[in-house]
């Protein structure tokens, strides 16, 4: 959330404007490509330790 913030302050300082879409956007993929990582790695981890088993 701060990422996301801190960018939208940077984008009206800079004068580019922000619209209510490019928010979203931002904000899914930020959310996406700094925590949808784990995601994947955890369930790779899972997946691992239960085909151990």
């Known amino acids: 959330m701060t990422?996301?913030?801190l960018g939208m302050v940077l984008r009206v300082?800079?004068?580019?404007g922000t619209a209510f879409a490019f928010?979203?956007?931002?904000?899914?993929f930020?959310?996406?490509t700094l925590l949808g990582w784990r995601g994947?790695?955890?369930f790779i981890r899972v997946r691992?330790?239960?085909r151990r088993g």
């Open 13 to 16: 300082v800079s004068g580019q």
């Open 3 to 5: 990422t996301v913030a």
């Open 23 to 28: 928010v979203v956007v931002a904000s899914v």
């Open 30 to 32: 930020l959310g996406l």
């Open 48 to 50: 691992a330790v239960s």
């Open 40 to 42: 994947v790695a955890r």
